[in-house]
């Protein structure tokens, strides 16, 4: 069925090049199915595969995600997987399968990057092999050129749900308790600084998502991120700030370390930042030291004390401070981690949610609020709440 595919999608550019004036998708669908049923060549095929042959040459000369755009608009789809033009991967459900699918060739597979890069005035080459970008819809979207990837182009498409996630969906997932839930919403109405861990495609995102809606509603808030994805619609006075690539010859390119910076000049009340993965690390915790309390952010991490490690790591990045000064600022700067992983069947939970304390013998030290196990979800520990200074200045309780 390979080899009928590509005659055809060659048919129908062949076509569209001699007719201008031709190119809709129902032209172009009229068209393949007259070619499919009166050519010899297709005789062979069964109803089911016309069908096929048909829809997959609408979206190779039609779509511009090509055939990756039915997985694109599958709902059930979390993720698309393309390692190289002839195994895709996708996930439903927590499970990962092959996709029935595949790319001509490698220049088709890159005519897609070089697309989707465009679209958000990227661009993806031998030069600059590396792209992190969106799609329309919100999408996360990475790429690697071929030159880079030895087993050809490699792309990955984290799709994120139509429609947002409320913290009441998260219950009835189990990703977190009723009691868990409560606390964090207060922490997050009385201005504590929240930063959110966890293993890639843990749901850091969805979680920061859903903790920003209970942001009060007069506050300032300027969003950070390396490729848009934060879906805050909650909230009326918002900036949304994006980096930029810097284009081939090194110019124009703004990384996260100056959009901090610059939020910093525009009166907000809470800064939230996507994802820190380097130097801007510094910048973000000495806002977070200078008045900008209940900003939230997340990071890549195995366990919380892990990610505290990272956080020194990336710190040092960006300066040679001591480590003591910079576990300092650090516990300064941050109140509360929460921790979220994926467990059997893929399901995400919230592991963890512990508060920072201060440092014993240079160590930075933490106070576990609720932890998790099978048997109970994510439970409290009985550890009270140690600095609720926040809390009581909101009129709140512990």
């Not at 080899?3 to 060659?10: G, S, V």
């Not at 062979?44 to 997959?56: C, F, H, N, W």
């Not at 293993?199 to 920061?208: H, M, R």
């Not at 900008?292 to 790591?313: D, F, K, V, W």
Request: aromatic letters at 6%; proline letters at 3%; one cysteine or more.
């Amino acid at each position: 069925m390979r080899d009928a595919i590509q005659k055809l999608t060659e048919d129908v550019r062949t076509h569209i090049r001699a007719r201008p004036e031709v190119g809709g998708d129902e032209d172009i669908r009229r068209y393949s199915e007259d070619r499919v049923s009166t050519n010899r060549e297709y005789a062979g095929l069964s109803v089911a595969e016309r069908i096929r042959v048909v829809d997959t040459v609408l979206y190779k000369t039609r779509k511009k995600l090509s055939i990756l755009q039915p997985f694109v608009d599958d709902g059930s789809v979390s993720e698309i997987m393309v390692n190289g033009p002839r195994d895709i991967f996708i996930e439903k459900a927590g499970r990962v399968m092959r996709a029935d699918a595949e790319f001509d060739g490698t220049e088709e597979l890159e005519e897609v990057m070089r697309r989707i890069a465009a679209d958000v005035h990227r661009e993806i080459n031998e030069l600059t092999p590396i792209l992190d970008a969106r799609l329309a819809d919100g999408s996360r979207v990475n790429a690697v050129y071929k030159n880079v990837a030895l087993n050809g182009p490699i792309l990955t498409i984290r799709k994120f749900p139509e429609s947002r996630i409320t913290m009441d969906e998260l219950l009835a997932y189990g990703t977190i308790t009723q009691a868990a839930a409560d606390f964090l919403i207060k922490l997050v109405q009385a201005a504590y600084n929240i930063f959110i861990s966890g293993g890639t495609s843990s749901g850091k995102t969805t979680f920061l998502n859903v903790l920003s809606n209970f942001i009060p509603k007069h506050e300032r808030i300027v969003t950070i991120e390396d490729a848009a994805e934060l879906q805050i619609s909650a909230l009326e006075n918002i900036v949304k700030l994006e980096c930029r690539s810097a284009n081939a010859n090194g110019k124009g390119g703004v990384g996260m370390t100056q959009l901090i910076r610059a939020s910093l000049r525009m009166r907000p009340d809470r800064i939230i930042v996507g994802e820190v993965r380097g130097a801007e690390v510094l910048d973000m915790i000495q806002a977070m030291n200078t008045g900008h309390s209940g900003s939230l952010s997340t990071g890549h991490a195995n366990s919380p004390a892990g990610m505290l490690y990272r956080l020194e790591a990336m710190f040092l990045q960006a300066a040679d401070y001591p480590i003591a000064a910079i576990r300092r600022q650090i516990t300064e700067g941050i109140d509360i981690l929460v921790h979220l992983g994926r467990i059997g069947g893929g399901r995400r939970v919230a592991l963890e949610i512990s508060e920072i304390t201060g440092m014993v013998d240079g160590e930075i030290t933490l106070n576990k609020l609720f932890d998790y196990s099978p048997e109970r979800g994510l439970f409290r520990t009985g550890n009270p709440l140690r600095d609720q200074t926040k809390l009581k200045m909101k009129g709140m309780k512990w």
